[in-house]
């Protein structure tokens, strides 16, 4: 009896067998093909116990282990993984940026793939998301993606925001609208974004509101980017070969010129200054970056403001007669970004104005 039984039902078995793998391959053909790109962070973090939701080590954890700790990714995508490097952000350097943008823009070409996710630390998750907004000529979804909490601590936040980017990478309409951060459900313009707090979930805030949503795996779009990015971009990574020196100098109460000489001495060829309210300079650092101006460094007036510094030329200082730029509503980090950028194209001040109205 039981070998009549088993006789009866090993052919449709063996004949499932058999059909398992077109059946697979057709399952995976139907779903998008996404890369994930590790370089490290808090996502990759590590705690002692899972009530350390704020202590533990950034970048421990291999791709490998990410992808396989969500296992629902499979269902959104084909999905594999590349450790790029395994760093805490705050150590990023120029050449790390540069290597980055040319493995994204080595998979943006590749017709293999039809979206890229980076994880990253959120400490300057933005700078790098602003800096591939400029220079990856490709209009596939390029999400980067970070988290607060490590992926030991209770209510973690990397397994959904990491399901979400897979998802927003995978999808169509995310197709053509810059670089995109998913954090905390939330879709934000890479150009926008900005972390606003370290020690809550809801880090990452845009001074003009975020451009969708991601419930379920699912993205509902409310608004588009309006400045220039990628596709539309001037910049092009594959044309870079190294960014220039940018410095950056905070400006307070009884500030002096100390830190803006010490940059133009270390051979910035622009500094950002990081103003009160509107990018103001006080009276005693004015005539140092007149002096520095004269000597070829860039002068960039950008505000400490949070949440939307908006610097306009000519209302604080006479940006025209000190031939100075304003960083329109770009954080100082992400004014280094472009000036950075836009100095590999430039060394006018009129044109770096324009792009900074622009980008
Ligand atoms: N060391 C910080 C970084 O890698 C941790 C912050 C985070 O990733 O959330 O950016």
Do not use: C
């Amino acid at each position: 009896m039981k070998t009549a039984v088993l006789k009866s039902i090993i052919p449709g078995a063996l004949a499932l067998l058999l059909a398992m793998p077109a059946a697979q391959a057709q399952e995976a053909a139907a779903k998008p093909n996404v890369v994930i790109l590790a370089t490290g962070g808090t996502i990759a973090g590590a705690g002692a116990s899972a009530a350390n939701s704020a202590t533990y080590t950034a970048a421990k954890v291999g791709i490998d282990q990410l992808i396989a700790g969500v296992p629902e990714l499979s269902q959104l995508a084909n999905v594999r993984g590349e450790q790029v490097m395994q760093i805490a952000s705050e150590s990023i350097t120029n050449d790390n940026l540069l290597q980055l943008g040319r493995r994204v823009a080595e998979l943006a070409d590749s017709k293999d793939v039809d979206g890229i996710v980076i994880t990253h630390g959120t400490d300057t998750l933005e700078e790098t998301a602003y800096f591939l907004n400029l220079v990856e000529k490709t209009d596939k979804p390029i999400i980067v993606v970070g988290s607060m909490r490590p992926g030991t601590a209770m209510s973690a936040d990397g397994m959904l925001n990491l399901y979400n980017a897979v998802a927003v990478a995978g999808s169509k309409e995310a197709r053509g609208k810059g670089v995109l951060v998913t954090m905390n459900d939330e879709i934000q313009s890479g150009r926008d974004v900005s972390k606003m707090m370290n020690i809550k979930t809801e880090a990452f805030k845009s001074p003009w509101g975020p451009l969708g949503m991601v419930v379920e795996g699912k993205s509902y779009w409310f608004r588009l980017p309006a400045k220039r990015h990628t596709m539309d971009s001037e910049f092009d990574i594959k044309n870079i070969k190294s960014l220039p020196n940018v410095g950056i100098a905070y400006s307070y109460g009884n500030v002096d010129d100390t830190a803006y000489k010490a940059l133009a001495q270390n051979g910035a060829k622009a500094i950002i200054h990081v103003g009160t309210g509107n990018g103001s300079v006080s009276s005693r650092v004015v005539p140092t970056l007149q002096e520095l101006r004269k000597d070829g460094v860039q002068i960039i007036r950008s505000s400490h403001v949070n949440n939307g510094g908006f610097v306009l030329r000519n209302a604080e200082q006479p940006d025209d007669k000190y031939d100075w730029v304003v960083a329109h509503d770009l954080n100082p980090q992400k004014a280094r970004i472009l000036a950075m950028v836009a100095l590999t194209k430039t060394q006018d001040s009129k044109e770096l104005q324009r792009m900074f109205w622009e980008y």
